[in-house]
């Protein structure tokens, strides 16, 4: 299932409060947090929005 991407505007990174973008790789879907270098997984198309279940980003992950 995509993800609405009107949806984006809505939510925001619970960490930092601040813009997430959307990702898709390999099968796999993140909503991704630039400035915290938090990947947010999506299971069945929806965004799972919590902290202890992001993944941390390498430097080398972030694209421009």
Do not use: T, W
Request: glycine share 4%; with cysteine; charged share 25%.
């Amino acid at each position: 299932m995509a993800l609405d991407i009107k949806l984006l505007d809505i939510i925001a990174c619970p960490v930092c409060k601040g813009k997430l973008h959307y990702q898709a790789h390999a099968g796999s879907q993140e909503l991704i947090c630039r400035f915290d270098r938090l990947a947010y997984p999506m299971e069945e198309g929806i965004p799972v929005l919590l902290e202890n279940r992001a993944r941390h980003l390498a430097l080398e992950e972030l694209k421009p």
